[in-house]
């Protein structure tokens, strides 16, 4: 059973956070800035929270870039990542001028975790999980350091919780066990995910 995460932005900030994305990663491209004060920046919008970017061109990933810790505002995460989704994914090339009208764009903003700047609550027991609502991030020692799958991840792939446990452990370079070993931490997250086509 699917449970999709309560939202905790507005349809105006969701609106914001979108607008601030298509103008970063038009003005990446083109090698311009974008200034954040001359959006609606409403107290939400300036606390600081993680954030993932998604590019997609013609249906088809063109780069996911995100910072889960909250180190700067809102605002400024989802500015940073648009730009860097656009042009550092190291799985892509940088995106075109000619890209740039096929390109839509999603926002994941993750959700307050149990610490102001973090999102991620430990996992004791894995019912604790829920498709949908939950991403999960597993921590390991390493020269990767752990892997990261956002809550819809599960949905899109059609994933059960053992697929989706499996998943996040192979992100992490790990074998699709990984999460049960004694040294590696299971976490789960919530994020608010919104698009332009949505």
């Known amino acids: ?20 994305a298509r103008d970063a990663v038009v003005a ?4 311009e800035d974008v200034v954040l004060g001359h959006y609606p920046l409403t107290p939400r919008l300036q606390e600081k929270h993680g954030a993932f970017v998604t590019l997609r061109c013609h249906g088809e990933l063109r780069g996911c870039i995100g910072y889960t810790r909250g180190i700067k505002s809102l605002a400024e995460t989802v500015c940073d ?11 892509f090339p ?4 000619d890209e740039l009208p096929h390109v ?17 609550i430990p996992v004791n027991d894995i019912s604790e999980i829920v498709l949908g ?4 991030f597993l921590e390991r020692a390493g020269p990767r350091g752990g892997g990261l799958l956002l809550p819809h991840v599960a949905i899109e792939q059609g994933w059960n919780l053992h697929q989706f446990l499996a ?3 192979r992100k992490a ?5 990984a999460w049960r070993q004694p040294g590696i931490q299971l976490y789960r997250f919530s994020a608010h995910v919104f698009s332009e086509r949505s």
């Open 81 to 91: 990542n648009a730009m860097n989704a656009a042009l550092r994914d190291p799985r």
């Open 28 to 31: 990446g491209v083109r090698g």
């Open 104 to 120: 839509s764009i999603e926002i994941s903003a993750l959700c307050p975790g149990l610490t102001a700047d973090s999102p991620f």
């Open 133 to 136: 609502r939950d991403g999960l």
């Open 167 to 169: 998943g996040v452990c």
């Open 1 to 20: 059973m699917f449970e999709e995460p309560i939202p905790f932005l507005s349809t105006d900030e969701a609106a914001t956070l979108l607008r601030i």
């Open 94 to 97: 940088p995106l075109t001028v």
């Open 173 to 177: 370079g790990a074998l699709d066990d």
